[in-house]
Structures are given as C-alpha cells and as structure tokens.
C-alpha cells in the first residue's frame, strides 16, 4: 500500500527558510507525478508546487522565485525548499502523488500526506 509521510514544518520568522521532505513508503516515486499543496483555515487546498516523473517543475504564481520541489530517486524522497517565506504562507502542507502508470500530471492526484504544518510570523 502507498503512503506519503511529510515532515520538515515548523515556525519561523518572515523571510526565513524550511525545507519539507516527503517520504514515500510502498512504491518507487521516479516514475510519477507529485506535488506539494497547502491549507490555510478557512480556505480551500490549493497546490503550490508539482514536478512530473521526468522531472519538470512548475509552481504556483504565488510561491514563483521562493519555493524550490524536487525528488530524490534513489531514497523516493520528495522535498519543498521555501524562501523568503511570508506571514501569508502559514499553512498545512500536503505532499501528493498521482497515479502510478504515468509521469505526466495530467491526471488527478490519488495519494495524500497527513500533512506538516508551517507557520510564519511577521
């Protein structure tokens, strides 16, 4: 059975950095799509950033220039660097996976973290 297990969250003032790891027990990641989201109370998940089995990143236009996702093959690691972060990035982060039988992410992400909370103070 696949599991995504996040950690790497914490507390840290505006403008500093974390960096979020996402490990992946069940199968092997370097096929896959994954991505990372994230949820503020009162609001609803929205993605932050994806990277497809070949490797190719993309982000949400709010995180451009300051989040950096990338995979570790070999350990079927996943991880999110975050920069310059902002009070407005406080939330729980989410570490999802698609389906296994393609590297594109042009399908809907079927597997979930319990997530790992990130909280930034002014």
């Known amino acids: 059975q696949v599991q995504l297990a996040e950690s790497g969250g914490g507390s840290v003032q505006a403008g500093g950095s974390l960096r979020l790891s996402c490990a992946a027990s069940?199968?092997?990641?370097?096929?896959?799509?994954m991505a990372w989201f994230r949820q503020a109370p009162g609001t609803e998940r929205e993605e932050v950033a994806r990277?497809?089995?070949?490797?190719?990143?993309s982000y949400a236009d709010s995180v451009k220039g300051r989040f950096t996702i990338s995979r570790d093959k070999v350990n079927a690691m996943l991880y999110l660097k975050m920069d310059s972060l902002k009070p407005e990035d406080t939330a729980m982060y989410y570490c999802?996976?698609?389906?296994?039988?393609?590297?594109?992410?042009?399908?809907?992400?079927?597997?979930w973290g319990q997530g790992t909370q990130v909280t930034v103070s002014s």
């Open positions: 999802a996976a698609g389906p296994l039988w393609t590297a594109t992410c042009r399908f809907a992400f079927n597997t």
């Open positions: 990277i497809t089995g070949d490797g190719t990143p």
């Open positions: 069940g199968y092997n990641l370097v096929s896959n799509c």
